[in-house]
């Protein structure tokens, strides 16, 4: 057990610490939904590809600085401390690129990676749909095959950057005939094809992250399917191993968020020792996910089949967060409600909030995070 | 020795039911909350010709002659159709407060127009100035340390602001207080009309966590997850079934408020603590599985679940959070304990 | 509504009152499980019965005063408030003898039922099994019915008072073949007969509060069965529903609960508001307790079908009160851990605090009761 | 930067493990608490011979020179077997303190013998004078405001007392303290003595949790109701799920824990106050958990379950509660937040 960095993660370390220092843009970009701020954003992404940074867990042969899992987490730190703008094209650098690395051929991948690292293709997640929720191999999106072409209709839900997405990677049906997993392909498909359509969600936070896909009568070649007709329920397991190792959610973020909840604590209430209780157990609980994701990451990096901490990261920080977020609300009393932030609130708390609510749903739910704690960590009998 | 509400008290809320499922229902509240701040009741003159807003305001000023006992059960309807309109502070509040403690000019003035449904309060009673139905009250009763005013419109200055829950219409408002306004300077009528605010919000949020469960509950009969019904999973049944057990307590205890609010109990601010506080966490724990059981379809604006949410988010903390209430009465208890 | 004692109520407890003033001993007498301490238990019992106190909730004909539930109430409350002794009884009075007076015939009622109001006869219940637990009619304890006997061979568990018990009221299995509810009868079984074993239950907090009952060959006249051979689940299921209607956990009692351990409070922690904050939440938590079982109560004395809340009493009285042993224990600190009171406590804090932990689990686990409060009071899917 | 026990450490607890599970069986941890005060340990000598109470023994003074990462993984190996020696006291705290801030006589006589296994260490650093294992060791470890005192037997007068887990063998205590038994005056030294025990206490405790996961586990999988393994109903297995979550947790903070007091990094005692909490809580999860899923039987004095579930709930509140650690951290983190 080591926690100081080895010379050559210091190295990096320090790569990436100095150049973002010279090149993150002081001010603040429009989001990347608008016209305005989806430019700036592509440059400063490819600004990062140009240093090098596009993707540093990606293998060098692609265009990735080929760094293991410590290495991205340390980028990641870095990248947050240096408050760098929000990733452009995060699906396709964390799960449909690796994704086709490790189930592509030849062809996919060179048709398709070097525009993500670029930005010139964004990409989205066509896999949710309004009648699988849970039950992911529930669904109904059918994909006919035909000759060289897979016919696409049917319905996704709750993608996020789909308003300027340029390819969505997605689940089909195309043997409705085979058990549940078995007639599942996972198939590329053009956002700009003809019969897709895009509708925003409104969501209850008075927010649209999130959007509806509609595809009538799409046509997509066979040949970009991945990993073969009918076998995407394996393909779709590995791009979800993937998302699991997600660089957003990390300790340092999360006491980022506390930070910005204890400047919401009145002033009488500082020697409260309820309030000083609770922020106690905040921030033991972020140090604790700290550790949880640190232990995943070390047995990553040297090949160590990972422990069972490493099932837990995601019900461990959806709901924290979400207390952190409550003890917020507490704290700003009757104004909670108010959309307009009140001061000392970087946006309104409340549509965080609600936000974060959404994260016991989405990604697995927590309670099939907790079926699945069950039954592979502990070792009890599935279903039910 | 009873407790339970009587047959009339059951038929009242019965019309109430009625009427507020026929006429707001969850289509309608939509329209009530796309327009927001522009909304201009439908519901209200309903609720007059049920004899709702005049319950409490006394016969000789052409009221009911009713208490809280009688006001309880309607006004949990009122949060199980999430009724946005301000009927606690009107229906309750107002007519307490004013025959209790308001100046002979202003219950003549006042109590005939709450009787007659003309007239709709907002209150201002805590710290913040902010006002739910602010800038549309024809009155706003304001707090100013010991002091209560009756602040006609004319002398409150209201700014609508945005929440979560556009239905609230809520408004930042500054008053003009002065001795033509003042109402009484007696802590005890404070007390009287935080304890009202207090307790007709619990009822609220009673109402409003038995709608969440009863929402969840159909929800779960009907969404089919891993070829069965969802709600066939025993953390999901376990989960709501923990939901109804804090509603059942809190709607035991915001009873008894009214009950002793009625009789005008030593202990009624002391149930009224309970109430709330007890209220808050039921509609929380709702709101918490609401949302859970639902999944995605529950986080969209285009369901209906999110009124019930997000106006219980907001009445949670009105009229006094779990943490406000339960420091209360503590002191309240504890003075008995370790004197 | 209207919390105020009726005429006749007032009249009633006015007359306990007094009585109780009267005649509740000064001094503590012995455990009934001591010869010494049962022959006065049963003397005060005796004293009882002569007033016209043993049952007050059991119809005139039978020696008790016929008095709602209410009432009932009112003299429970009475009985907390003058300090009297445990009864000695309380399966006889509450479970068996209601069972009788509802299911059982004429002959049987006059058999055993004034030997319960006198002590001449002490009961317990012979419900539980080793094997059975939450599922209750998964039992196994065999009844052979041949000619006017039953012959029963098997073993209960988690009795009380079956130490110095007469008769046990018990569950067995009179048909293996039928269908798991269809082949039980309910037995009235004399704890003397040749063959009955009683072993004590020795327990975690040091205690033995239950014994296990064991059977071998023993003889059952067929003049026992309550009910009707093979149809003991019925009767089960209506000596349930007194259980439920328990006297000994009432909000008076929990009250008192709460004082004793308020007693343990130190000095410097009184104005913590931590700890002021935990004990109104049991305060409130108490009194929601009182008005659920008051609704349920008065719903029962006007003949009305008691509410969802009826249904509720048994999670929420055992969980609160392992969160008020909890609080104690922690008011205790290190000292928590020994069987030695310590100066404020009345007995060892902690042997109530596993006691209380047994609460979660007999009379229906609390998993059950949230299974039944799901399916009856929700309408959800049994099952699972 | 990698967060893993080393190949060494892992093998050392993997022999740990081996003796205690044959050294330390249920029926042997039975008799143990049977004899209560008058138990003579088997135990000792094979945890002397595999090295462990040396092991943070100095090595001029005939010890392992080991650092707390390395005895982490074989304390939870003694929490995971119910270990019925003052492993903490005798390994961890004594060797640390006394090599840290001790006099050279008291190196010179002590750290020999704790090296060889040849003296029993308990320790007085709370407010209460229960001592566990008091009448029985060699010295006690006492704190009196800021001062350290090293107390051997001689003067030490030690009453047993009955607590609910036999196998500590505890006692109250009255210590005769003097320049004689003076360790240090030094807060540091105190907080020393402190932090190691939270951290080992901290480290049984996740040990602990864990060995009732796995016997509720197994049992869950073994016992059948309604004609199944109740193993397989969903609320019973998320119970589990998440007891199983807060032990990583904890484990994971233990963890750290013991590599900040290793480097004695500045954040050492703010660890320790994390691994206590933490461990704490997961302790009581799976106390919670254990008792209630075995149903009756595990409230048995004939079941083994109720050995973990009293050593767990005696060492929740030693070496310090959830509410005092957590009260500390506040005063720590805060203390920048908000200066």
């Known amino acids: ?384 | 020795m009873h407790f339970d509400l009587d047959e009339l008290q059951y038929e009242f809320r019965d019309a109430v039911r009625k009427v507020l499922s026929a006429e707001l229902s969850p289509a309608h509240l939509r329209a009530i909350w796309e327009e927001g701040h522009d909304y201009s009741s439908t519901i209200w003159p309903h609720l007059v010709s049920l004899g709702l807003p005049e319950l409490l305001v006394p016969g000789a000023h052409g009221g009911g002659d009713g208490a809280p006992v009688d006001v309880v059960l309607l006004l949990e309807e009122c949060g199980y159709a999430c009724l946005p309109e301000p009927i606690v502070e009107t229906g309750l509040i107002a007519p307490l407060v004013l025959s209790r403690f308001g100046t002979e000019q202003q219950q003549a003035e006042w109590l005939p127009r709450l009787a007659a449904g003309e007239a709709i309060v907002a209150t201002c009673l805590g710290e913040d100035h902010l006002v739910a139905d602010g800038a549309r009250a024809d009155a706003v009763l304001v707090r100013k340390d010991d002091e209560l005013h009756w602040v006609p419109r004319t002398a409150v200055h209201a700014t609508p602001v945005e929440g979560i829950d556009p239905s609230r219409r809520l408004a930042l408002c500054e008053f003009e207080l002065g001795a033509d306004t003042l109402l009484a300077a007696d802590p005890e009528a404070v007390r009287a009309a935080q304890d009202a605010g207090a307790f007709g919000t619990s009822a609220l949020l009673v109402g409003l966590a038995q709608r969440l469960t009863e929402t969840t509950r159909d929800y779960l009969l009907e969404r089919q997850q891993f070829g069965r019904p969802i709600g066939s999973f025993q953390a999901l049944k376990h989960r709501l079934a923990d939901v109804a057990v804090q509603t059942e307590a809190a709607r035991s205890l915001v009873w008894y408020a009214s009950y002793a609010l009625s009789e005008g109990s030593a202990d009624a601010s002391r149930a009224v603590h309970m109430a709330k506080a007890a209220a808050n966490e039921a509609a929380f724990a709702a709101n918490y599985a609401a949302l859970q059981l639902h999944g995605g379809i529950g986080f969209t604006w285009e369901h209906d679940l999110h009124f019930w949410l997000q106006r219980g988010k907001a009445l949670e903390r009105s009229f006094g959070s779990t943490a406000h209430h339960r420091t209360a009465l503590a002191d309240d208890i504890l003075a008995e304990v370790w004197s």
Chains 1, 3 share one sequence.
Request: glycine letters at 8%; one cysteine or more.
């Open chain 1, 1 to 384: 057990m080591d926690l100081r960095l080895t010379p050559s993660q210091t190295d990096f370390r320090n790569e990436i610490r100095t150049w973002l220092e010279e090149n993150v843009p002081t001010e603040k970009f429009q989001p990347p939904s608008t016209e305005e701020g989806f430019a700036r954003h592509r440059e400063w992404e490819r600004a990062l590809h140009g240093a090098g940074f596009a993707a540093v867990h990606w293998p060098v042969e692609y265009g990735g600085r080929g760094m293991d899992p410590i290495n991205t987490a340390i980028f990641y730190d870095e990248y947050l401390r240096a408050n760098a703008p929000a990733r452009l094209n995060r699906l396709a650098l964390g799960l449909a690129g690796p994704t086709l690395i490790e189930l592509g051929d030849a062809d996919q991948r060179s048709r398709w990676l070097p525009n993500m690292l670029t930005c010139d293709d964004i990409w989205c997640q066509g896999f949710s749909e309004p009648g699988a929720g849970s039950d992911l191999a529930g669904l109904r999106t059918r994909g006919e095959v035909s000759g060289d072409t897979v016919l696409v209709n049917g319905q996704k839900i709750w993608t996020s950057h789909s308003r300027f997405a340029d390819w969505i990677f997605a689940l089909v049906r195309t043997d409705p005939d085979a058990p549940k997993h078995k007639g599942i392909t996972f198939l590329m498909i053009d956002r700009h094809s003809p019969g897709v359509e895009v509708r925003p969600i409104r969501q209850m936070n008075h927010q649209a992250d999130f959007a509806e896909l509609f595809f009538t009568d799409v046509e997509v070649p066979v040949a970009n399917v991945i990993g073969g007709i009918d076998n995407g329920w394996r393909v779709a397991m590995a791009t979800l191993t993937h998302e699991r190792s997600s660089n957003l959610n990390t300790a340092a973020h999360f006491h980022q968020v506390l930070a910005e909840v204890l400047a919401l604590v009145p002033e009488n209430l500082r020697r409260d020792p309820v309030v000083r209780l609770q922020i106690a157990r905040f921030h033991e609980e972020i140090e604790a996910y700290r550790y949880i994701t640190l232990r995943t990451l070390s047995s990553l990096s040297t090949g160590k089949q990972p422990g069972p901490q490493s099932a837990m990261g995601k019900l461990w920080w959806s709901e924290m967060q979400t207390r952190i977020f409550e003890f917020g609300l507490s704290m700003l009393g009757e104004r909670a409600e108010l959309l307009e932030p009140t001061p000392g609130e970087k946006s309104a708390l409340i549509q965080s909030y609600w936000l974060s609510r959404a994260s016991h749903i989405y990604a697995g739910s927590n309670e099939i995070q907790r079926n699945i704690i069950s039954e592979r960590v502990l070792g009890l009998p599935k279903g039910n």
